[in-house]
């Protein structure tokens, strides 16, 4: 598996972050690189009794000698950005693109204050979507013009297709879900562009036949923060019955839950054209299942829920995450 690429399936906060640290690690990955929105993202890794949340250098980084790069179609606000170099030890083998689109905090304030984004749409409030429009209307400031940026400044797209032709391991770590993007989700209620797997190999200068395998990552319940539909929605109270009460790793925010959608994963893998599933905290759902490493050693009901999975979906689930560390894990892609 050379050229990985790992999406979200249904609304973001599948566990992008658990399922990226992991494959680094395990893969020794030699670039793993950001692709998605911005800094709006959120991915939490758990990884030697420390969490780390991450907004923008990628999850991978727990792999120490792998390269960490950001893609020219993601945006960078530079003092999370440098802060997060700071928390992950990360210096010297950080890359941004030159193209990267800066948020100002012009970009954030618009965002807060708009009644239709921060309001309507419920958005992060993280300048994504001011700064997009921005960059479509060619206005917007690139990580090159940015002076504390400069030591940073890599051309992305060449180290990522270099290392794909020599047969290196690299990742692209896409953000957000599916349907929350601008193309292919519940439009108005979606972020600022699409964040399928086709945008997230466009985000990072990789053409579409440069991409081996493409993980579709879905959290074993549904969870979605900010307006739209979402189908079997369940109580806050029945949420927290359940152990499906989330708050937002950027905003804070209650998420709202639902369970596993079927319809939604189906169509997810069509339009990412995906050829894994990474199932995520499988033990919530099936407390027994917690920290287990081993297929055989699930209960019968989570095996059978995996199954159904596969079976409705025809995709094999290659990564079961069974609890919050990054090595809590069941990794089946090998098995025959
Ligand atoms: P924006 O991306 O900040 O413009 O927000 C648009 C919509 O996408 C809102 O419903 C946000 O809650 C949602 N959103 C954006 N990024 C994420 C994410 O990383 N996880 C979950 N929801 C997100
Ligand atoms: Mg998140």
Redesign the pocket.
């Known amino acids: 598996m050379v050229c990985t690429v790992v999406v979200g399936g249904f609304f973001?906060?599948e566990g992008?972050?658990k399922i990226v640290s992991y494959l680094a690690l395990k893969d020794k990955a030699s670039i793993v690189v950001r692709a998605g929105v911005g800094p709006n993202?959120?991915?939490?890794v758990h990884y030697r009794g420390k969490t780390y949340k991450l907004r923008q250098i990628p999850s991978g980084f727990v792999y120490e000698k792998a390269r960490l790069l950001i893609g020219p179609g993601v945006l960078v606000n530079p003092e999370v950005f440098l802060k997060e170099v700071e928390v992950t030890g990360a210096e010297g083998r950080v890359g941004i693109d030159k193209y990267c689109a800066i948020i100002e905090q012009s970009h954030i304030d618009r965002d807060r204050r708009e009644k239709h984004l921060s309001g309507k749409i419920g958005t992060t409030g993280s300048g994504c979507g001011p700064a997009n429009a921005d960059r479509a209307l060619r206005v917007v400031k690139v990580a090159e013009q940015i002076p504390e940026l400069r030591p940073y400044i890599t051309d992305v797209p060449l180290e990522v297709n270099e290392a794909v032709d020599r047969g290196d391991v690299v990742i692209v770590e896409g953000?957000?879900g599916t349907f929350l993007s601008l193309y292919h989700g519940t439009y108005p209620y979606v972020t600022s562009k699409d964040v399928c797997a086709a945008s997230a190999c466009a985000d990072v200068g990789l053409g579409p036949k440069k991409v081996d395998e493409v993980i579709i990552v879905f959290k074993s319940y549904v969870t979605r923060v900010g307006g739209g539909p979402l189908e079997g929605e369940i109580s806050k109270e029945e949420a927290k019955r359940r152990g499906w009460y989330e708050v937002?790793?950027?905003t804070g925010r209650e998420r709202r839950a639902a369970p596993f959608n079927f319809k939604l994963a189906k169509r997810a893998i069509m339009l990412n054209s995906a050829t894994q599933i990474a199932l995520t905290k499988l033990d919530v759902l099936f407390p027994e299942a917690r920290g287990i490493k081993e297929y055989e050693k699930l209960p019968t009901q989570a095996k059978e829920f995996v199954e159904k999975i596969e079976s409705e979906l025809k995709l094999p689930v290659t990564l079961i995450g069974t609890g919050p560390d990054c090595k809590e894990i069941i990794d089946r892609r090998f098995e025959v």
């Not at 993202?41 to 939490?44: E, P």
């Open positions: 973001g906060d992008k972050g993202a959120g991915h939490t953000t957000q937002a790793t950027v």
